[in-house]
């Protein structure tokens, strides 16, 4: 348990205290992708301390949402419990209702590979979803993303993925898109995908107009009102 307490018996309270000192949520969110080790996850929040990294995974630990264990030919890995896995829908929650409040941005800002997972995570759209086989860059990060029956799954192509991050596929996809931030517009709503195409949002460099069609189809995230 974090050692802050805030002295009140309820459970969105003991939520708090276990996940909601800085940085947790993100460590949570990484995991929600698969197991990593410490350096990975490291690379994935190149801003965090070593020190707050290794003090929040020994929080979670002892709460319960997060343990250690030894994978075959990775050495010692982190990965949620059942219990953390239980946070998954509310993270995705999360991500949608942040994805209202998101501007450009930042200088400094960058795109991971498991937050643009999550990412796609968060808009997935299962009854709407169109069959897909794409390759998505957004910046330096590249993803497989293949959707059939309903069923999404991704995929980390470049950078390297680590050998906890699945298995890569083996055939070439069907189109690749190439994107930068603006990219959320488009999932958003804002704008169609031809108005995506015309505005250098987004560029087919394999595959036609149909396939960002799909992918607008599949991936979305609708406003709320304020």
């Keep these: ?84 896995r239980a946070l998954e829908p509310i993270m995705l929650a999360i991500g949608r209702w942040g994805f209202q409040a998101m501007g450009d941005p930042g200088e400094d800002d960058v795109v991971t590979p498991d937050s643009l997972t999550m990412a796609l995570r968060t808009s997935f759209r299962e009854a709407s979803a169109r069959d897909l086989d794409i390759e998505l860059h957004v910046g330096d990060v590249a993803l497989r993303v293949t959707v059939r029956a309903g069923e999404l799954a991704v995929a980390q192509l470049a950078p390297p993925a680590p050998p906890v991050g699945g298995r890569m596929p083996d055939s070439d996809p069907d189109a690749v898109l190439v994107a930068g931030p603006g990219i959320r517009h488009l999932i958003g709503g804002r704008v169609t995908p031809a108005e995506a195409l015309a505005q250098d949002l987004v560029h087919i460099a394999r595959g036609d107009a149909k396939t960002l069609d799909s992918f607008a189809e599949t991936f979305r995230i609708d406003p709320v009102a304020a």
């Design 1 to 84: 348990m974090a050692a802050r307490s805030y002295g009140q018996y309820c459970g969105v309270t003991t939520a708090v205290e276990l996940i909601g000192e800085r940085w947790a949520l993100l460590i949570v969110r990484d995991l929600l992708v698969g197991p990593r080790r410490y350096t990975d996850l490291k690379q994935g929040l190149p801003r965090i301390p070593t020190n707050i990294l290794s003090t929040r995974l020994k929080e979670l630990q002892e709460g319960g949402v997060v343990r250690r264990v030894p994978l075959h030919n990775c050495g010692l890995v982190y990965e949620l419990t059942e219990y953390g």
